[in-house]
């Protein structure tokens, strides 16, 4: 019997922070594996039900802010460049030498 997928997802000003046990993270990563051009994202809801990788609900301290749904896509270099080009451009220098 394996345990129970948790996947925490905390939302801290602008980090977001995934808490997540060892079911959970095997769960994660073969869905990551999974995308494809065919299915391109998948979706991580609430509430916890089965063995599903659901979002929990229960946040660690009483102050933390949750996400109660998560969104996963790959993108594409080419679909991108096509549709969002704008993305594309290469990130602004943070630091001037």
Known sequence: ???RPRLTVQIDGSEVILCL?????RQLIAELQNLDRQSDH???LGPEVGDDLQ???I???PEDQLAYALKVCLRYDDWDAEHFPH???PPPELFET
């Open 55 to 57: 979002v929990s609900q």
């Open 21 to 25: 046990n060892p079911e959970a993270r």
């Open 59 to 61: 946040p660690y301290r």
């Open 1 to 3: 019997m394996s345990e």
């Open 87 to 89: 993305v594309m451009a």
């Open 42 to 44: 998948f979706h991580v």
